[in-house]
């Protein structure tokens, strides 16, 4: 039972580019939520796309963008790339089954760094 | 109101040792509180989890205390081992529809052999 896959694992850019990170849930899930953990900081709550639809979102601005396919896997977009957009950027799935708290499961995210 | 306070930043404790991390919150109507553990370069993974609705729970050698009233809580690794040397992170959820977890800033555990 493959759990959450994040692709790629570590990515390069220079500032002002864009940037597309994917996830693949884990089998059974169909919540995404996508996080931004800083170098020695918790996770941050970017966003949460549930049946191809934004659920939430936290305090990012709009170059921040995502989306959700039909098979439940999800895109994170982020444009006119900065310095500070250099972290590690975690997805992490859960079922929505029930409406109360699922448990959320995290991938191994990828390394994004900005020069 | 959404922050999650958290302590201590780090802890050293010898094999066999009972850390304890400390976590604060202020909103609430948070009602759900899991803590995670993530070693470096992995994703966070669950360990335990609390709703308000009980004190204590115990998973293993992983023990939750939960006091409402004071909007505390706080996690208790029994028998530490060096492989329990991670990084270990509260968190709290407003339930709901939208699961928005709000994450503490973290505690560096290290066991010494």
């Known amino acids: 039972d493959a759990g959450v896959t994040q692709s790629p694992t570590h990515l390069i850019k220079t500032r002002g580019q864009q940037v597309t990170l994917r996830c693949s849930p884990k089998s059974g899930h169909d919540t995404v939520s996508w996080y931004q953990q800083a170098l020695g900081q918790g996770p941050q709550f970017i966003f949460q796309?549930?049946?191809?639809?934004?659920?939430q979102r936290g305090n990012f601005p709009d170059r921040f963008s995502g989306h959700q396919f039909p098979n439940y896997s999800s895109e994170l977009n982020v444009n006119a790339l900065l310095l500070g957009d250099s972290a590690l950027y975690l997805c992490?799935?859960?079922?929505?089954?029930?409406?109360?708290?699922?448990?959320?499961?995290f991938g191994d995210g990828t390394r994004l760094s900005i020069l | 109101q959404q922050q999650v306070k958290q302590s201590p930043q780090s802890l050293i404790v010898q094999k066999g040792g009972i850390p304890i991390i400390n976590c604060a919150y202020e909103n609430t109507a948070f009602d759900y509180f899991p803590w995670y553990q993530q070693f470096p370069g992995k994703g966070p993974a669950l360990l335990i989890a609390?709703?308000?609705?009980?004190s204590e729970k115990k998973e293993g050698r992983f023990t939750i205390s939960f006091n409402k009233s004071a909007k505390q809580f706080s996690l208790h690794i029994m028998d530490s081992q060096p492989g329990d040397s991670a990084t270990y992170f509260c968190?709290?959820?407003?339930?709901?529809?939208?699961?928005?977890?709000?994450f503490g800033p973290g505690t560096r555990l290290s066991v010494l052999p």
């Open positions: 968190a709290a959820s407003d339930g709901g529809y939208g699961q928005n977890f709000v």
């Open positions: 796309y549930y049946e191809e639809e934004e659920r």
């Open positions: 609390i709703r308000p609705d009980v």
């Open positions: 992490a799935s859960s079922f929505m089954g029930e409406i109360y708290n699922q448990p959320q499961h």
